[in-house]
Every structure is written in C-alpha cells, then in structure tokens.
C-alpha cells in the first residue's frame, strides 16, 4: 500500500572494470577446487571478464584442508598450462596466481613454517568460515604480520556474524578488506548486500573481486556496473586493485 514511499532504485550509466585493471580473487585455474572445471571453462570466464575491463588477473584457489588440499606445486601447475592455453588462442592477458587459504589449525600451524602464495608485496588472502569467526584470529592476524604478510579478508560482507565494530577491528590493525562484486546485487543474500553497503559508505574497502567461479557469475557482473554502490565505491577512492 506504501510502495510508492520507498526509495526509487537508482539505474546508473554502467561504469566498467577498466579502472581496476587486476581482479585479485577469482577462481580461474581449472580443476583443483569448486571454481572452472576444465580449460575451455577457464578460457570462457576470462574471455567474459576481459569484455568487462579487466586485463589482468591474480587468480587464488581455495587452499583448505578438509576440501581442496592444494599445494604451490598444483597450483603452479595449473597456471602454467592455462598461460599454455591462452597463448595457443592467442588471447592477449596478464594471469598470476596466490591462494585463498582457509583460516583453521592447520593454516595456523604452517604459518612462519611454510611460504603461503601471495600477491604483491606479500598480500595473503584469508576466508573465514561461513558459521562462526574463528576464535584466535587476532593472534593468527598478528603472527602473519610477524612475517611481513599484509593480510587481505575475503568477502567481510558475507559473514552475518560479524558487525561495523568488527569491521573497524580488523581495519585498524591493519588488514585489507575485499569485498566481491556479486555483494552489490544482493546475490548472496539482502543481509550481505546490507554489510556491503555499510562497508562502502564507511570506506572500508580496499580491494574489490570477482570471486568468480563459473560462467554464470561472469554473466552478472555487468549488472554491478550500473550499481550506485559500484559508482560510490570508485568515487570513494579507497580501491587499490590497479596497484596490481
């Protein structure tokens, strides 16, 4: 009965990636996690981002010991037979890889004993799990600035436990939050696009990814070009992808 009192949806002009040049979360090396399943897969989702803007790519498989026990070597691996693939086609594009390592024991464990996949200047991608934050994530945040990682949180907005104060925790000690594209659609949920929004308008956000596992993911990002959030975000000035 009251609709017409809501606030009108803005439609902007669609702005494209071309100003963040460099996804640095997606999920682009076939076969080894829940992202492209095989070569012509990964050549697709590429092909798709790059008409998008994007002309650079840092690529992170999941690292995660109950599901993807992924190594450096099988990561590697996978990168080097996907560059073999787009050169054969021809297609003209700059793909790195790091990880997305899972934060549990046994990431904890390796932490100071083994070299994590990173990007740039030793940015390390974290992911929490969806249920609860884990309890000692400050001493494990502590122990990997201790070794000279600039730690990056995956996609803050999607988990519903944490709140604004959490947020500015984490940013004041010095971690980058990313958040992902599909956030700024509602995608996963109202309530993750809502966190989304509260991280924007308090310039929070530092790196914003694709997180981009399939073809229907990167048949909607063209959507979040025309997102007022998208056009606050890049006016905010706060993104640091083309540093990369």
């Given at each position: 009965m009251f609709s017409w009192f809501r606030?009108?949806?803005?439609?902007?002009?669609?702005?494209?990636?071309?100003s963040l040049k460099t996804d640095i979360h997606s999920h682009l090396i076939p076969g080894i996690d829940d992202g492209a399943q095989n070569l012509e897969s990964s050549?697709?989702?590429?092909?798709?981002?790059?008409?998008?803007?994007?002309s650079r790519f840092i690529t992170t498989p999941h690292i995660m010991n109950d599901l993807y026990?992924?190594?450096p070597e099988i990561i590697l691996d996978g990168l080097k037979k996907l560059r073999a693939e787009l050169t054969r086609l021809k297609i003209?594009?700059?793909?790195?890889?790091?990880?997305?390592?899972?934060?549990?024991?046994?990431?904890?464990?390796?932490?100071?004993?083994?070299?994590?996949?990173?990007?740039?200047d030793k940015y390390i991608l974290i992911e929490f799990s969806f249920l609860e934050k884990p309890q000692n994530i400050d001493e494990i945040?502590?122990?990997?600035?201790?070794?000279g990682y600039k730690v990056v949180l995956a996609?803050?907005?999607r988990y519903l436990?944490?709140?604004?104060?959490?947020?500015?925790?984490?940013?004041n000690r010095g971690v980058y939050l990313q958040l992902n594209l599909l956030s700024l659609l509602g995608y996963y949920s109202k309530e993750v696009k809502?966190?989304?929004?509260?991280?924007i308008k308090n310039k929070m956000v530092s790196f914003i990814g694709s997180d981009c596992h399939n073809i229907r993911h990167a048949s909607l990002y063209r959507k979040c070009q025309t997102e007022e959030m998208w056009h606050f975000l890049l006016e905010s000035k706060t993104l640091l992808n083309s540093n990369f």
């Open positions: 606030r009108k949806k803005i439609i902007l002009e669609p702005v494209d990636f071309s050549v697709e989702i590429i092909k798709k981002l790059m008409s998008l803007g994007y026990r992924n190594t003209d594009v700059q793909i790195e890889v790091a990880a997305e390592y899972f934060v549990d024991y046994d990431f904890e464990s390796k932490i100071g004993k083994e070299d994590f996949l990173t990007f740039g945040i502590f122990k990997l600035q201790l070794e996609h803050p907005a436990y944490l709140n604004l104060d959490d947020y500015k925790s984490f940013v809502v966190n989304a929004n509260l991280l």
